[in-house]
């Protein structure tokens, strides 16, 4: 903007009206007033003036009659706007009549109109600078007439510079540590700098400038509830108004997600740098970035809420407590902890000793074991050799019936295991299963592959459900074999059958029972499992 404006003048090529926009304090009516001197400057060098000769003195001082002022937010009406433009065709002892209006989208719609009819024709020795904070509540057609130029927000090194060239101007005794607090407080202003430099210097204290955040963060970083309120009620003693500590506590955070997206865009210098770079490495990208929307929806509601430290607690509740909050953030927390604790292994329990109990007693331990029948007495004459002892106790007339049942091939066996087993087992052992594979079957020694160790653990919790489920399947006293096949990893799972029946079905788990006639869903992965299990009659919504 300023190589703009200097090539401007010392060309001769300056337009009849500029539009100056940007936040506040960024400079826009001291570069109007900059260019009013460089216009009727006496001497001009390159562009610039040279803020010695009589026209740069009178318009520092404000008494020069080629420099207008008007303040649009007290001086919006069209009488106003009229008498400026009257006074415009007459002549001024500078080369230039300079009119600047500053906050010019506070004009009334009429005043605006009138304005906008001057700018259209205006007279040959007047320039309009217009300034606003707001540039699109400026009439577009006023927009178009002029050449705009957006101020932005200073650095934290510029407005380090200003600070220390205004120290040394005025010989102030200032500590580096002030002027670093007062970058801070300013935000990219220049003006809000020096007025919090202003208040350093008034109170000559740096550490309460601002409330200390520190016990706060560390609640947050500790999902502890009691010790963040502890904290806000501390700040709340201290005087600090609950919005007030709501936007401070924001401003922090913000520069605690900056440091760990784009350092160089931070603000934050020297010790308090290195104080939020170590809570970011605490509280991490996703966390800083939930607490930066918490705390902002927060400072919204505060607007209209009649007691707003509550609204400020509840955020902090929130943050501390994941389940009590309903947004998808906080649903993405909980289930990637809930899918940490799943991924985790499970270690091997060792198999449980059976209790020792009298001689005579039964498990239960409230009588005598039941004697078993004499066998029948036998004929110690007879001429019949006498048989070993078998171990192998008679068979029972279920066992006899499924002995007499044909085993069925392997490609049936594996089909009726995914169409008729799997469904018949419990909800966990159908996740688990669906990813099996039937290696072999020999005999009544069924063998079933899983893609890990970790996996065949697990198998020990599914294993007599899924026993029960294969006998009634195919009315075989069955044995369970697992091993483990890593190329099962990447093999895609057996699609989830929809199964209408019209006998109720056997099911391990006592929430999975179904009644004829029920469709019957089986669930398609882990995700699903997770959120079934959390939400209990949620439904997804795509």
């Known amino acids: 903007m300023v190589r703009a404006l200097q090539g401007a003048v010392a060309n001769d090529r300056v337009s009849h009206a500029y539009l100056f926009s940007g936040p506040r304090g960024t400079g826009k009516t001291t570069t109007a007033r900059i260019l009013a001197k460089a216009l009727n400057c006496q001497n001009p060098e390159d562009g610039d003036a040279c803020a010695v000769c009589e026209s740069c003195l009178a318009i520092a001082k404000g008494t020069s009659l080629d420099v207008v002022e008007l303040d649009a937010a007290s001086n919006n009406g069209v009488d106003d706007i009229r008498d400026i433009i009257a006074g415009?065709?007459?002549?001024?002892?500078?080369?230039?009549?300079?009119?600047?209006?500053?906050?010019?989208?506070?004009?009334?719609?009429?005043?605006?109109?009138?304005?906008?009819?001057?700018?259209?024709?205006?007279?040959?020795?007047?320039?309009?600078?217009?300034?606003?904070?707001?540039?699109?509540k400026v009439l577009p057609t006023i927009r178009s007439r002029t050449q705009h130029l957006e101020f932005r927000l200073l650095g934290a090194e510029t407005l380090s510079t200003l600070l220390h060239d205004v120290k040394g101007a005025a010989s102030l005794d200032v500590a580096d540590a002030t002027i670093d607090a007062a970058v801070r407080l300013g935000r990219g202003s220049a003006r809000d700098a020096l007025s919090a430099l202003d208040q350093l210097l008034a109170t000559g204290s740096v550490a309460e400038v601002q409330p200390e955040f520190d016990g706060l963060f560390d609640a947050l970083t500790r999902n502890d509830a009691v010790a963040a309120l502890r904290a806000l009620a501390v700040l709340a003693h201290e005087g600090w108004d609950p919005e007030q500590l709501a936007e401070v506590f924001a401003s922090e955070v913000r520069q605690v997600f900056l440091l760990q997206v784009a350092p160089d865009v931070a603000d934050a210098v020297d010790a308090d740098r290195a104080r939020l770079h170590a809570w970011?490495?605490?509280?991490?990208?996703?966390?800083?970035?939930?607490?930066?929307?918490?705390?902002?929806?927060?400072?919204?509601?505060?607007?209209?809420?009649?007691?707003?430290?509550?609204m400020l607690e509840v955020a902090m509740v929130r943050l501390t407590?994941?389940?009590?909050?309903?947004?998808?953030?906080?649903?993405?927390?909980?289930?990637?902890?809930?899918?940490?604790?799943?991924?985790?292994?499970?270690?091997?329990?060792?198999?449980?000793?059976?209790?020792?109990?009298?001689?005579?007693?039964?498990?239960?331990?409230?009588?005598?074991?039941?004697?078993?029948?004499?066998?029948?007495?036998?004929?110690?004459?007879?001429?019949?050799?006498?048989?070993?002892?078998?171990?192998?106790?008679?068979?029972?007339?279920?066992?006899?019936a499924m002995a007499k049942a044909p085993t069925p091939s392997l490609?049936?066996?594996?089909?009726?295991?995914?169409?008729?087993?799997?469904?018949?087992?419990?909800?966990?052992?159908?996740?688990?299963?669906?990813?099996?594979?039937?290696?072999?079957?020999?005999?009544?020694?069924?063998t079933i592959a899983v893609a890990s160790e970790e996996m065949r653990q697990n198998t020990e919790l599914i294993a007599q459900g899924?026993?029960?489920?294969?006998?009634?399947?195919?009315?075989?006293?069955?044995?369970?074999?697992?091993?483990?096949?890593?190329?099962?990893?990447?093999?895609?799972?057996?699609?989830?059958?929809?199964?209408?029946?019209?006998?109720p079905l056997p099911v391990e788990d006592d929430d999975a029972d179904v009644d004829g006639d029920e469709t019957v869903l089986v669930v398609e992965s882990a995700a699903d499992h997770l959120i079934t299990e959390m939400f209990p009659g949620a439904q997804e919504i795509r």
């Open 88 to 136: 415009a065709w007459h002549n001024t002892p500078g080369r230039w009549k300079v009119y600047i209006f500053d906050e010019v989208h506070q004009l009334s719609k009429a005043a605006s109109a009138a304005l906008l009819k001057t700018l259209e024709e205006p007279p040959s020795h007047v320039v309009f600078v217009l300034a606003t904070t707001d540039p699109h």
């Open 321 to 400: 407590k994941p389940e009590l909050d309903v947004t998808f953030e906080s649903l993405d927390e909980r289930l990637t902890r809930l899918e940490r604790g799943a991924m985790r292994p499970v270690a091997p329990s060792a198999p449980a000793t059976p209790p020792l109990r009298p001689i005579g007693t039964t498990a239960s331990g409230k009588g005598p074991a039941p004697t078993p029948p004499l066998a029948p007495s036998r004929d110690v004459t007879s001429a019949e050799p006498e048989l070993a002892p078998t171990t192998t106790p008679p068979p029972l007339d279920g066992d006899v």
């Open 411 to 446: 490609e049936e066996f594996r089909s009726r295991f995914i169409e008729h087993v799997i469904p018949r087992t419990s909800r966990s052992a159908q996740l688990l299963l669906r990813s099996a594979r039937i290696e072999s079957v020999e005999g009544v020694l069924v």
């Open 466 to 503: 899924l026993k029960g489920a294969l006998e009634h399947e195919f009315k075989l006293p069955l044995t369970i074999s697992w091993t483990v096949d890593p190329s099962l990893v990447g093999a895609p799972a057996a699609a989830p059958t929809r199964r209408t029946t019209s006998t």
């Open 280 to 310: 970011g490495e605490r509280l991490g990208l996703a966390r800083s970035v939930r607490v930066l929307e918490t705390v902002g929806r927060a400072i919204r509601e505060m607007k209209s809420a009649p007691e707003k430290m509550v």
